[in-house]
């Protein structure tokens, strides 16, 4: 990096300005012909000309190991005149992007816990903010894209789903404050996201624009209360969806609403930090609007950064465009420069440093309030529950011989280890008894063989039932049709379910093949015992069905630590077990 100097705003040209406004996807890889989506993240020279030459203001990052990100931001700094942003969605730990580092569950599993005990839930959730921020930081991460605070009101979610803290705006409203609190223990910037919220809507806005139809009154009790805890609790961002609310506009999306983003957002709510939209190039927009029309109708909305746009060269232009024309006053640029320096001010520690986010909670809750929002101490979540076995999470002055040394840390693995053990549910008769028993199936379906980055040889959902006389059988949940045994030949069979919501999917529940399968096992009597691994709403499609001696485990996570706690509470008292 050049300088580590935020220049004086008003020494910036319009178009230096505006490129500030712009943060462009990029590999995490360090060489070309490790690209895994060329067509979001340009080769190094054209990467280094949008740093170096056209001044961007940031990058969000995808893939690679944590060690290699170290020195991937490194270079991303040293191009830049200005320092950037360096995002990443890590909703479930640095190690859900970059291999090596700390991989948690999905945060609804923290909702499973609430339920039985929301003290501990809320210590999880503000370790787990304590934890990514501090590993983001330690590999040159300083913009954690979380926490979701979508309320997953329905289960047909496909995008949402378990990414989202739970189903009610009470509980959502408790873990993600915990969790910004946490994470406001180091200086790494978050975001609140979706607005003004995802979390009833049975379509992927990553492929097309969903929409929300409820009442004014609907959405300020149940989609914007997470956002209002967010707000209050010193959330540095507030990341738009790509969703149309007739209530507030009948034409235009959040993302390019003002009426959406500027009154509801900035002015009802008084949210003072930075406005971000969701990725550009997602269906939801670029299926509707060109990449210099939505950049304009971004920045006239209210939006402060415009995340992975078309085109960012064209983006750029069409903005000083409108500026010079005069749709757009050049005073609309300068406010989210200001406050783009705000944020960048916290990370680096320049003037300025105060978050752009604690700004934004004054007055967050005066106009909506929520009903049963206690939200805990800092000080009472480090004291209380002293029972709980957890380790303390070092301060960011703590000395390390490298800031790599802060990533996967025992602590870190032993909060991972909690949250799935008190998250895990178990139905039917335990333990599996497996005396006596041959030519037994270990058959395992998941999403995607081709994109499966929790399942290898290694893993405990292979070799632990390995260890006991199973024989793995793999399939994809949407390609491979069930093979129907004779009556001299039928298997015994585990059956491992892994599905959940992921963008780009369309859809997070069950598939034609997954309800084959598991019909024909039932009906053969083949079927042994049932575990799921993703959302949880699988298994009350499953229970009715499954007669009450077969055993049923359903865990949120898919990491291996998760498969290892499902398989250790399906056979603990099988001694084989290693």
């Not at 738009?240 to 609310?245: F, P, R, Y």
């Not at 129907?484 to 959940?500: A, H, V």
Request: charged share 15%.
């Amino acid at each position: 990096m050049k300088s580590s100097q935020l220049p004086e705003i008003d020494t910036l040209s319009l178009k230096e300005q505006v490129a500030q406004t712009i943060v462009v996807r990029a590999s995490g890889y360090l060489f070309d012909h490790e690209i895994k989506y060329p067509q979001w993240e340009p080769k190094a020279a054209f990467l280094q000309h949008l740093i170096s030459d056209l001044g961007v203001g940031g990058v969000i990052l995808l893939g690679g190991s944590a060690a290699e990100l170290s020195l991937r931001s490194q270079q991303l700094q040293s191009w830049a005149k200005i320092p950037l942003l360096v995002a990443a969605d890590i909703e479930e730990g640095v190690g859900q992007r970059f291999s090596s580092a700390t991989w948690f569950p999905p945060p609804m599993a923290l909702s499973a816990v609430a339920q039985k005990n929301l003290d501990r839930a809320l210590l999880y959730a503000q370790q787990m903010g304590a934890i990514i921020a501090r590993e983001a930081l330690a590999v040159g991460i300083n913009w954690i894209l979380a926490p979701v605070v979508d309320v997953n009101n329905n289960p047909d979610n496909p995008v949402i789903n378990i990414r989202a803290f739970g189903e009610t705006p009470e509980i959502v409203s408790q873990l993600t404050a915990a969790f910004i609190q946490g994470a406001k223990t180091y200086p790494a910037l978050t975001v609140a996201k979706h607005f003004p919220g995802h979390g009833d809507t049975s379509v992927d806005s990553h492929l097309e624009l969903p929409m929300i139809p409820h009442s004014e009154e609907r959405l300020a009790e149940i989609e914007l209360a997470p956002f209002v805890s967010a707000i209050a609790t010193g959330v540095d961002a507030v990341m738009s969806a790509h969703l149309l609310i007739p209530a507030w506009d009948e034409n235009l999306p959040a993302t390019l609403s003002h009426k959406i983003l500027t009154q509801q957002l900035r002015h009802k709510l008084q949210f003072a930090g930075l406005i971000v939209t969701d990725a550009l190039v997602m269906g939801a927009i670029t299926n509707r609007y060109g990449a210099a029309e939505t950049a304009v109708l971004a920045v006239e909305a209210g939006v402060d950064i415009l995340l992975m746009p078309q085109d960012a060269e064209a983006a750029i232009g069409a903005i000083c465009d409108a500026v010079t024309s005069g749709r757009i006053p050049p005073e609309r640029i300068r406010a989210s420069v200001e406050r783009i320096w705000q944020a960048k001010g916290k990370v680096f520690g320049e003037q300025g440093s105060r978050g752009a986010g604690e700004q934004g909670s004054k007055g967050a809750g005066e106009n909506l309030k929520l009903k049963t929002l206690q939200l805990v101490p800092n000080s009472k979540l480090k004291t209380q529950n002293s029972k709980l076995k957890t380790s303390p999470v070092p301060s960011p002055q703590s000395p390390v011989p490298s800031p790599l040394y802060q990533i996967a840390q025992p602590a870190a693995f032993e909060t991972v280890d909690n949250i799935l053990r008190d998250s895990t549910q178990a139905f039917g008769s335990l333990p599996l008894r497996l005396e006596k028993l041959i030519n037994l199936r270990n058959l395992i379906l998941v999403d995607d063989l081709l994109d499966c980055k929790y399942l290898s040889r290694q893993a405990p959902a292979v070799t632990i039932p390995q260890q006991l006389g199973y024989r793995t059988q793999l399939g994809d949940s949407r390609s491979n049709s069930p093979v129907i045994s004779s009556g001299e030949t039928k298997q015994p069979t585990l059956l491992q379910i892994f599905i959940r919501g992921n963008p780009f999917r369309g859809s997070a529940g069950l598939t034609q093949v997954v309800e084959d399968w598991f019909k024909t096992l039932l009906t053969n009597g083949e079927l042994q015992a049932l575990v799921i691994y993703g959302s949880p709403y699988l298994k009350n499609q499953f229970l009715p069905f499954l007669p009450p001696e077969i055993p049923c485990i359903s865990s949120f996570g898919q990491i291996p630590a998760a498969q290892a706690i499902a398989l250790e509470l399906l056979f603990t008292n099988n001694h084989s077990i290693k």
